[in-house]
């Protein structure tokens, strides 16, 4: 079973940085897309970003020009570096995996992001 384990949430003043990482493990699969969701309060989850098998990013509109991903293949990690946070971007943070073939989703445990205003 793949097994996906976040760090490097935490509380951090608006206008401030944090950097999201998740490791994946016991993958029986080469090609897959890796990204983040968040959960806030009260909400459902939402998509946040994603870098596919090829190469490609993706955003949501909320968080471009703010948060940018990146994935070490080698490694089997994704980062994601958020910027000039805000209080909305408070919430939990899923990472994903998604397999390029079957579109099967794998989700971490999440880590809690906390702005202040």
């Known amino acids: 079973q793949v097994q996906l384990a976040e760090s490097g949430g935490g509380l951090v003043q608006a206008g401030g940085s944090l950097r999201l990482s998740c490791a994946a493990s016991r993958l029986i699969f080469s090609s897959y897309d890796m990204g983040w969701y968040r959960q806030a309060p009260g909400k459902e989850r939402e998509f946040v970003a994603r870098?596919?098998?090829?190469?490609?990013?993706y955003y949501a509109d909320s968080v471009k020009g703010r948060f940018t991903i990146s994935r070490d293949n080698a490694k089997n990690t994704v980062t994601l570096q958020m910027n000039s946070l805000k209080p909305e971007d408070t919430a939990i943070y899923y990472c994903?995996?998604?397999?390029?073939?079957?579109?099967?989703?794998?989700w971490g445990q999440g880590t809690q992001v906390t702005v202040s205003s």
């Open positions: 994903n995996l998604r397999t390029a073939a079957t579109r099967l989703d794998y």
């Open positions: 870098l596919d098998w090829i190469g490609y990013t």
